[in-house]
């Protein structure tokens, strides 16, 4: 069935870098994506979204793209601080079906794995 | 404000029992949907409740149940528990039905023995 996975499953990056997280997804009827990240103990926090009409969004250290042509999308964030290590996840939101029915079902990835090193 | 509360925070239970799982959504949200999700792996979606109904539902079996209260709380239930049930279940809330910015709780850890 459709799924939405992850390149890399983990991440290491010295503190201050830049960091880079990829996505897969292979259902070409998503119309929305978003990326989460999720601290030990934790629930998921949203981070940004992105709509499929979109290549780019800029949030506060963080930008997200979305390829279509490839099915990819990427989490970028800047001037990685200690505070951002944890388990990030993107997750899609199909369209609406022929039937016009849909709901807030989210579809999340494996999830990326980031340490970020003192 | 308060965000998405659940309760309790950890539970162990055996085999065969049944488990009650709640959740109380953001002030104002409508919206209540449930996640699973084992250790090492994404939440994978269970139910979605939006104005006292079920407005989806994931790939789990019939010993998954939900509700929904008039207060917009919710409760997850799951009878015959089986081993592979041990997960961190997670409630989101939304405004609204269809709505992409889902705010999730902490979680309840359940250990099946």
């Known amino acids: 069935g459709e799924n939405v996975g992850l390149h890399l499953p983990t991440l290491s990056v010295q503190e201050g870098d830049n960091s880079i997280i990829n996505c897969a997804y292979s259902?070409?009827?998503?119309?929305?994506f978003i990326w989460y990240k999720q601290e030990s103990g934790k629930g998921p926090q949203f981070i940004i979204d992105i709509r499929s009409n979109m290549d780019k969004r800029q949030g506060q250290r963080v930008t997200v793209l979305l390829n279509k042509t490839v099915k990819h999308l990427s989490l970028q964030i800047a001037a990685t601080q200690p505070g951002d290590s944890a388990v990030y996840f993107c997750?899609?939101?199909?369209?609406?079906?022929?039937?016009?029915?849909?709901?807030?079902?989210?579809?999340f990835g494996q999830g990326t794995i980031l340490t970020v090193h003192p | 404000d308060a965000g998405v509360t659940q309760s309790p925070t950890h539970l162990i239970k055996t085999r065969g029992q049944h488990v009650t799982l709640r959740c109380s959504p953001i002030s104002g949200h409508k919206s209540v949907s449930w996640y699973q999700q084992v250790l090492g792996q994404g939440p994978q979606f269970i139910f979605q409740y939006y104005e006292k109904e079920e407005r989806g539902r994931g790939n789990f079996p019939d010993r998954f149940s939900a509700r929904q209260f008039p207060n917009y709380s919710s409760e997850l239930n799951v009878n015959a528990l089986l081993l592979g049930d041990s997960a961190l279940y997670l409630c989101?809330?939304?405004?609204?039905?269809?709505?992409?910015?889902?705010?999730f709780g902490p979680g309840t850890r359940l250990t099946v023995t």
């Open positions: 259902n070409s009827a998503s119309d929305y």
């Open positions: 997750a899609e939101n199909p369209e609406l079906n022929a039937g016009g029915t849909s709901y807030g079902k989210l579809t």
């Open positions: 989101a809330s939304s405004l609204i039905q269809v709505s992409y910015e889902q705010y």
